[in-house]
């Protein structure tokens, strides 16, 4: 037998007994020193914590101060932009969007005025900017992603289509594919205001975006033949009215869940399959009871409904009115 | 101040008095810079029986020592002690596993853990395992046998343990001032090692700590502890004794003992008495001398046949030649150390200090607390040794270097 395979028995000794008292057992000195131990390390902790950040505080002073940098440093120009990013902004933007000039060094640039450069295109959410010694400028920035899209007009200027993020943040959408764009559908109902330059984020987009991603993820189908979004009936009733590109109306409700209003509709569409009595209007926001119209079939041409094989004569005519300050109207 | 300097702290929770001791260890010496007394209440042969009162003189004690040096301590050494102790030996042997019979750390460990097994009753717990010397082939290794050569390798231990629920008592008590205990100490090993030399460890000795409610006893053989114990009677029941004897009360008894009380009975003149108080105050009364030796010197006696009885074999006095060293506070008794040679047949002595302790703890009821004081410093020096000995990887090549 070998000699390591012992089974010895446990013996316990006087270290197994929890040397922990309740302070009730404590005297007033024993509880005076425990407080003050804790006391004693709360200072600790302070003054590791001060010490820290003091150091941290030197070291971004001592980054950011031109005078405490080499003069090789100083004299060294930007030779190169770095962009990270999350989306689909490139290198080409962020050269024209900093506009740097070219016997720019990299000390002498103003980081906080070049993030704000960044930050004013509303695609761009957030930025941070650094500098790369020795010639290397560094911008990470973090991109909104568009759920739709509307159309919109400024004084005296040509119609312009503008995407919106989820958290209502309207954005030229540079650099997105246009299969995507087209893909996304029309907001309307809406009434947006300028805030300085850009325009305010419009409210109740957090609403329609649950609702496109779940009719995007559950009923794919569905959701491509939404073509506009109807948002004038969201702050009063709690409604989001969606008109597809067959002349259907759908209501939905943002009180309940969109997953079972989708599902409802999804039952609605297959049931209603009779190409003679096409739907014309459903409201989901009415909880279980679900009202529905027909309407009258399409004219058939060699076998074929007319908006089959002329879809632009379906879809809405869209009418885009000028931009004015304070207040954008802005109509589908 | 060095870095490597540290405060120890030494603690007795004694039936008579509580006794804290604070040393500063330098890294090469120990000053005893703070010293604290006060009489113990809520104790009862070394246990607690009162929590509170327990509590109340300790960290008094406490306070005191901690003011008289001047200094905050975190963890201290506490003496154990206490008629719930007991002791038993365990040995085991093993087969040296390796080919050319070379034993290795491996064997040793194996060994030691062996010995170390041992079941215990339901609440009891192990306060000290003493090993005795190795033995490779009935070969007597007083140090490592590691490197030796050998078929056999055996090796004892003298396993000390005690109830709990004492145990935990006394633990908190020390806890209850936010100290932690860094080690239990038995009373008997903390005063033997005090007040005995590395030689008559060596030769054998028996050191035999008579405190007020209990009395320790240790046995040392070829220089390492072979036999500890407890006698659950002290110094106060020779009081008792002169209290039923004489009816007095015990105030009144520890003043006769203390004055009067002999171990052997010297008077041999029945009409020779003694005042009480002998200040010819209202109440004084006068008492034999020769009965009150006779009281005394019978509780003597009685209490070192008890410590004889319970070494049995252990003790001989052929195998303990450094004879029989008495320490304690009841072993100020007058004539404690004849009375201990009549009875163990062997030469016997009253123990002291060594030369290094202050005046002011040289008395006999500080050896428990400054050889707790000694262990204390003997953990910190192992520890600080052993780190020193794992190094790091840049100093092991030093010593490479240096070595060659």
Request: charged share 20%; aromatic share 6%.
């Amino acid at each position: 037998m070998s000699n390591d395979t012992h089974i010895l028995p446990e013996t316990r000794s006087w270290r197994d007994i929890p040397q922990q008292v309740r302070p009730r057992a404590m005297s007033g000195e024993g509880r005076r020193r425990m407080a003050m131990g804790g006391v004693r390390v709360a200072i600790g902790a302070a003054v590791i914590a001060g010490v820290a950040w003091g150091a941290w505080g030197i070291t971004a002073v001592l980054r950011d101060n031109p005078s405490a940098m080499p003069e090789a440093a100083k004299t060294d120009r930007v030779r190169s932009l770095v962009l990270v990013t999350d989306g689909v902004l490139d290198k080409v933007w962020l050269a024209k969007t900093l506009s740097i000039p070219p016997d720019s060094t990299l000390m002498g640039l103003d980081l906080n005025q070049l993030r704000l450069k960044v930050l004013s295109d509303s695609q761009v959410a957030s930025a941070a900017i650094a500098r790369n010694f020795p010639d290397a400028l560094t911008v990470r920035i973090s991109e909104r992603s568009p759920v739709a899209r509307m159309m919109a007009q400024a004084d005296g200027a040509a119609p312009k289509m503008l995407l919106v993020s989820r958290d209502g943040v309207a954005f030229a959408g540079t650099g997105f594919d246009p299969a995507m764009v087209e893909t996304l559908p029309w907001i309307d109902g809406i009434k947006i205001t300028r805030v300085g330059t850009s325009l305010a984020p419009i409210e109740g987009m957090k609403a329609v975006s649950d609702l496109l991603a779940s009719a995007k993820l559950e009923a794919e189908n569905l959701y491509r033949t939404w073509q506009v979004i109807s948002l004038a009936r969201l702050s009063a009733d709690g409604e989001i009215e969606i008109h597809t590109r067959d002349g259907m109306k759908i209501i939905f409700g943002t009180k309940e869940d969109y997953l079972r209003q989708i599902a409802r509709l999804d039952l609605l569409v297959d049931a209603s399959s009779d190409p003679t009595r096409p739907l014309r209007e459903v409201n989901l926001a009415l909880g279980a009871q679900v009202p529905v119209s027909y309407g009258k079939a399409a004219p058939m041409l060699d076998g074929q409904p007319a908006s089959a094989l002329n879809a632009s004569s379906t879809r809405p005519q869209i009418v885009f009115p000028s931009i004015s300050k304070p207040q954008i109207g802005i109509h589908l | 101040m060095s870095s490597k300097t540290s405060f120890i702290g030494a603690v007795e929770i004694g039936t008579s008095k509580v006794t804290v001791l604070i040393g500063e260890y330098t890294g090469r010496e120990i000053v005893i810079i703070g010293c604290g007394e006060c009489p113990s209440r809520g104790v009862i042969k070394g246990s607690v029986v009162d929590y509170r009162a327990a509590t109340e003189c300790t960290h008094s004690a406490l306070e005191i020592a901690e003011r008289d040096a001047n200094e905050r301590i975190d963890c201290v050494y506490l003496a154990q002690t206490g008629g719930h102790l007991e002791g038993f030996y365990n040995e085991a042997s093993l087969n040296v596993k390796a080919a050319d019979n070379m034993i290795e750390l491996g064997d040793i460990r194996t060994v030691c853990d062996l010995a170390k097994a041992k079941e215990l009753p339901l609440g009891r717990m192990v306060v000290h395992n003493i090993r005795r010397p190795f033995r490779v082939d009935g070969r007597l290794v007083p140090t490592s046998p590691e490197n030796l050569v050998g078929q056999k390798l055996e090796v004892g231990y003298w396993t000390v343990h005690g109830q709990e629920q004492r145990l935990a008592d006394n633990i908190h008590v020390i806890r209850g001032f936010n100290l932690e205990v860094r080690e239990l100490v038995l009373s008997s090993l903390a005063s033997g090692h005090m007040v005995t030399s590395l030689e008559e460890r060596q030769n054998g000795v028996l050191a035999i700590d008579i405190g007020a409610g209990t009395t320790d006893y240790v046995l040392y053989r070829n220089g390492a502890p072979h036999t500890t114990g407890v006698v659950a009677v002290g110094g106060g029941h020779f009081t008792n004794d002169i209290s039923i004897g004489l009816r007095l009360t015990e105030g009144q008894a520890e003043k006769l003992k203390l004055r009067f009380g002999r171990a052997t009975v010297q008077s041999r003149d029945k009409n020779e008495k003694v005042w009480l108080d002998g200040n010819f105050s209202i109440g004084d009364r006068q008492f034999s001398r020769q009965a009150i030796e006779s009281i005394t010197s019978a509780r003597a006696w009685e209490l070192l046949e008890v410590v004889k009885k319970k070494l049995g074999h252990s003790f001989s006095p052929e195998s303990c030649a450094g004879g029989v060293v008495l320490t304690g506070g009841g072993a100020k008794l007058p004539a404690l150390a004849e009375c201990a040679s009549n009875v163990f047949g062997t030469c016997a002595r009253l123990g002291e200090a060594p030369s290094w302790v202050n005046e002011n703890v040289r008395d006999p009821g500080f050896h428990t607390a400054l050889g707790i004081l000694y262990y204390g410093v003997s953990v910190q020096s192992d520890r600080a040794a052993s780190a020193r000995r794992k190094g790091g990887f840049l100093h092991n090549v030093a010593r490479l270097f240096a070595s060659t």
